[in-house]
């Protein structure tokens, strides 16, 4: 069964934390690089984060040094740690491989007040 299941947003004041989970089938996370997208109201989908199946990280450059993305290769999990959140990181955010699958889950919305 193919699944992602986003969870943990919410709406958080400017300078506040969030911690986002992924649940995915084993068919989609096994070896495979993961990814944090996030789609912002008029705008298209963006990579955020991402991770190799060994842990390599990297980072949109609006969110580097303040989001940290990691992985539970046992749980077929993956996080998104997102500190000293910003207004503009507003948006709905996704889990998916990298490069993506053309099959998305839900979602979990993050709205940061300023």
């Known amino acids: 069964q193919v699944q992602l299941v986003e969870s943990g947003g919410g709406l958080v004041q400017a300078g506040r934390s969030l911690r986002l989970s992924c649940a995915a089938s084993?068919?989609?996370?096994?070896?495979?690089?993961m990814a944090w997208y996030r789609r912002a109201p008029g705008k298209q989908r963006e990579l955020v984060a991402s991770?190799?199946?060994?842990?390599?990280?990297n980072y949109a450059d609006s969110v580097k040094g303040r989001f940290t993305i990691t992985r539970d290769n046992a749980k077929s999990t993956v996080f998104l740690q997102m500190d000293s959140l910003k207004a503009e990181d507003t948006a709905v955010y996704y889990c998916?491989?990298?490069?993506?699958?053309?099959?998305w889950g839900q979602g979990t919305q993050v709205t940061v007040s300023s």
């Open positions: 991770i190799t199946s060994n842990g390599w990280a």
């Open positions: 084993r068919s989609i996370f096994s070896f495979n690089a």
């Open positions: 998916n491989r990298n490069p993506p699958i053309n099959f």
